[in-house]
């Protein structure tokens, strides 16, 4: 009887003042509702005989293939400029000199300003509807790039497209981390991370095929191209806003015992599910906080190779001599490479976590590629191709990145900002690695091929520093860890940010 009073009075003073002992203040998250809403002990009896592993297999087939297909036509949406380079893009629009960076660069540049806007619409909108929204607007924007019939107007087109993709990563974070703990985290991210490798794969063969279509078309090759990817995009994204749910407590296929015994499993987290109050000072206590910077700048410098991986490829193949068919078909490989790394860290990090010596794994090979690329001569077709492919394991480590935000950062705002940064930051990098293929250089392209090296390097040496903080950090907090037992505390699921919490562990 007294256990029930003083439940009863820590729910009341808690939904009154909203605050923590420690003095944070950032309202109680919806999952904790829904959990006091169905506190009976019937309930609970039922939500502790589920089967997780069931549980997680069927969330797994509802939520997962519709996240792989999101992230994989945004790259493959990106990438088709790569192949479109090679199919007559060039004459057809009369493009000159850096004509070509120019637009690859300017998608990014309008994903990247338009970061930091998504972090307040992530907040205030579901993310699952807001995703779906975006992904049939870029979709219409690929196809839109059909009609270009210069250099601006398809420079036009791309930054609409970068715009509208701007919330592709931030959503599928915040939504990945709403469903699994942080261990679960690591593969379901590196799964629909890997539509990164498919889209290459697809790319390629899609690419080949409208190569082959006659000079008495309609449209020309890539014209076509543009317009089928964007129609396919604007469907999934229809699927995406009618059947990926908010959150697990709006999930129409699972019974509340399922949900009551998911958030129960998902409270270890620390991270909360869904809270709608956006706090201005978690942004500020983001942009002071040395992990946010460590991570900003890893991404950036990873992702300068990534930027020649999106936009350069396929020219890079056509320059050792292959004809623009065979430059499409040449490129798959990288895509299966992308694939390789990234369930192989994916999984890894699941069985060994580790994440900081899976990322230094994954970017040493990427060195050597770099290495190949850069040293061998043109002549050397298989050596300069297998650097070529080998810089794709730099793909890799981006997922590990997205689920480092996801596992380390507390705090809704926060972790919505941060998100934003780090896809921003990707961004930055993609915007960076066009940049260094000028004109000037072609058609090898050394500049380029070395700072794909130099900043690879880089990026091991900040994620080794970020490894050291997180040490460091968890040295200073408490040892003592949070159980599943503790997930009718309405003081567990209260807003409060990585730093407020003084039980948060950090995971490398």
């Not at 709403?178 to 539509?195: L, V």
């Not at 060195?367 to 190949?372: D, K, N, R």
């Not at 003081?491 to 950090?506: C, P, V």
Request: hydrophobic residues 45%; glycine residues 8%.
């Amino acid at each position: 009887m007294s256990t029930t009073s003083e439940k009863n009075s820590a729910k009341e003073r808690v939904d009154v003042n909203e605050t923590t002992p420690n003095g944070a203040s950032g309202g109680l998250d919806s999952a904790w509702k829904y959990l006091d809403a169905h506190r009976d002990q019937d309930a609970l009896d039922a939500s502790a005989s589920i089967d997780l592993k069931a549980l997680r297999r069927k969330i797994d087939w509802r939520i997962v293939p519709l996240m792989f297909l999101c992230y994989t036509l945004q790259f493959l949406d990106k990438v088709i400029l790569n192949y479109a380079a090679v199919m007559g893009l060039h004459a057809d629009l009369k493009l000159e000199g850096n004509d070509f960076s120019n637009i690859a660069t300017f998608l990014f540049v309008g994903l990247l300003c338009f970061e930091v806007p998504n972090t307040y619409f992530l907040q205030v909108v579901p993310a699952a509807k807001w995703l779906g929204a975006n992904v049939v607007l870029w979709g219409v924007a690929t196809a839109s790039g059909a009609a270009a019939h210069n250099y601006q107007t398809l420079l036009v087109s791309r930054v609409f497209l970068g715009i509208f993709e701007a919330t592709i990563a931030p959503s599928l974070m915040l939504i990945s981390s709403q469903w699994y703990t942080k261990s679960e985290q690591a593969p379901r991210f590196c799964f629909w991370y890997t539509g990164l490798g498919i889209g290459q794969i697809v790319g390629g063969l899609v690419s080949f095929g409208f190569q082959h279509m006659g000079p008495g078309a309609q449209l020309t090759g890539w014209r076509t191209m543009f317009v089928v990817l964007g129609v396919v995009t604007v469907l999934v994204g229809l699927s995406v806003i009618l059947f990926l749910p908010d959150t697990p407590m709006k999930a129409r296929w699972l019974s509340d015992k399922e949900k009551v015994a998911l958030l129960k499993h998902v409270s270890v987290n620390q991270t909360g599910v869904q809270n709608r109050k956006f706090r201005a000072k978690e942004i500020v206590e983001a942009l002071l906080d040395p992990q946010i910077w460590l991570l900003l700048l890893s991404v950036v410098l990873l992702s300068v190779s990534s930027g020649v991986v999106t936009s350069y490829s396929a020219t890079l193949i056509k320059n050792l001599g292959y004809d623009p068919k065979r430059a499409a078909l040449m490129n798959t490989p990288s895509g299966a490479v992308s694939i390789f790394f990234t369930l192989f860290v994916g999984f890894g990090i699941r069985l060994q976590s580790h994440r900081w010596a899976f990322i230094i794994a994954c970017v040493i090979p990427a060195i050597l590629g770099g290495g190949l690329m850069s040293f061998l001569p043109v002549s050397n077709r298989s050596g300069c191709l297998a650097g070529i492919y080998l810089v794709n394991a730099v793909v890799a480590p981006l997922a590990i990145f997205y689920n480092w935000i996801m596992a380390n950062v507390g705090g809704a705002t926060k972790r919505a900002f941060a998100a934003a940064v780090i896809s921003g930051s990707f961004s930055l990098g993609n915007i960076i690695g066009p940049q260094t293929f000028q004109q000037r250089d072609a058609p090898e392209y050394r500049p380029a091929k070395i700072a794909v090296m130099a900043t690879q390097a880089a990026c091991a040496f900040t994620t080794f520093l970020l490894f050291l903080y997180y040490v460091w950090q968890n040295k200073r907090r408490t040892s003592e860890g949070e159980t599943e037992e503790a997930y009718l505390s309405p003081e567990h699921w209260i807003n409060m940010t990585d730093r407020e919490n003084k039980k948060f562990r950090y995971v490398y």
